[in-house]
């Protein structure tokens, strides 16, 4: 159940990354499904570089359809 996460080094920070679900072309992670870039800026805090994660569009669609389906149930629930 546990995936090996592989890491690589974006702009001078390790990234880790799933193999199976990203890759890495020109120094980012990209989506293997829609190809939209995965790992966004870096930022400083409390001294420490991190690299922020984005949303790819396969993302945002899962989580706009996982609202959607909560909401469905929502209303599901007060109707009855």
Not at 10 to 35: L, N
């Amino acid at each position: 159940m546990n995936k090996e996460l592989e890491k690589v080094m974006i702009e001078d920070v390790e990234y880790s990354f799933d193999p199976e679900k990203e890759y890495i072309k020109d120094g980012h992670a990209y989506c293997k499904v829609c190809h939209e870039r995965k790992d966004g800026k870096v930022m400083e805090f409390f001294g420490n570089k991190m690299p922020f994660r984005t949303s790819c569009k396969c993302d945002r669609d899962q989580r706009s359809k996982r609202k959607g389906k909560t909401k469905a149930d929502g209303y599901r629930a007060i109707k009855e």
